[in-house]
C-alpha cells in the first residue's frame, strides 16, 4: 500500500481564493474531510498557515485561524502527529505572544518529556516545560 502524501501549504490556500485550482482544491479538502482519501499533515505546514490565511483572509482573528486549523486536523482523511499539532495550535490560540514554533516546541518537549533547549526560558517556562536556565556546555 502507498504511504500518504504530504499536504501542502497551497492546497488550503487556493481553496480560499476564486484562481484556476480554487474548486480543484476544495474538492480535494472535502475529501479529506470525509476520509475518502488520506495525506499527511506536518507542522511546517500548520506554522505557514498560521500567518499566511490573515494574507488571504484579513478579517481572520488568530481564535478563527486557530479553529480553522483545528478542524482541519480532526479531519478523517488528515494523517500526522495530530495530537502534537492539535496541542500546537491550542497553545499558540491560547498565549497571545507564543510565537507558533514555540508553541510546537513546548507541545513536542510536553510529550517527550524532554527539555527545551532557548533563551525565550519564560515563554516556554509558562508553558509547562524545562528549559534550563543556562545551557549545557
Given at each position: 500500500?502507498?504511504?500518504?502524501?504530504?499536504?501542502?501549504?497551497?492546497?488550503?490556500?487556493?481553496?480560499?481564493?476564486?484562481?484556476?485550482?480554487?474548486?480543484?482544491c476544495r474538492s480535494f479538502l472535502a475529501?479529506?474531510?470525509?476520509?475518502?482519501?488520506?495525506?499527511?499533515?506536518?507542522?511546517?505546514?500548520?506554522?505557514?498557515?498560521?500567518?499566511?490565511?490573515?494574507?488571504?483572509?484579513?478579517?481572520?482573528?488568530?481564535?478563527?485561524?486557530?479553529?480553522?486549523?483545528?478542524?482541519?486536523?480532526?479531519?478523517?482523511?488528515?494523517?500526522?502527529?495530530?495530537?502534537?499539532?492539535?496541542?500546537?495550535?491550542?497553545?499558540?490560540?491560547?498565549?497571545?505572544?507564543?510565537?507558533?514554533?514555540?508553541?510546537?516546541l513546548a507541545a513536542v518537549a510536553s510529550?517527550?518529556?524532554?527539555?527545551?533547549?532557548?533563551?525565550?526560558?519564560?515563554?516556554?517556562?509558562?508553558?509547562g516545560v524545562a528549559v534550563p536556565g543556562?545551557?549545557?556546555?
Amino acid at each position: 500500500m502507498p504511504s500518504d502524501g504530504l499536504l501542502d501549504t497551497s492546497i488550503f490556500i487556493h481553496a480560499q481564493t476564486h484562481d484556476s485550482h480554487s474548486g480543484e482544491c476544495r474538492s480535494f479538502l472535502a475529501a479529506l474531510e470525509r476520509g475518502d482519501v488520506h495525506a499527511r499533515i506536518e507542522a511546517p505546514v500548520l506554522h505557514e498557515l498560521s500567518y499566511a490565511l490573515r494574507h488571504y483572509r484579513k478579517e481572520m482573528t488568530r481564535l478563527q485561524i486557530a479553529a480553522y486549523l483545528l478542524m482541519v486536523l480532526s479531519w478523517a482523511g488528515v494523517r500526522g502527529e495530530k495530537d502534537v499539532l492539535a496541542d500546537t495550535v491550542r497553545r499558540w490560540r491560547d498565549t497571545p505572544d507564543l510565537a507558533f514554533v514555540d508553541a510546537y516546541l513546548a507541545a513536542v518537549a510536553s510529550e517527550r518529556k524532554c527539555p527545551v533547549f532557548t533563551k525565550n526560558i519564560a515563554e516556554l517556562r509558562k508553558q509547562g516545560v524545562a528549559v534550563p536556565g543556562r545551557l549545557p556546555a
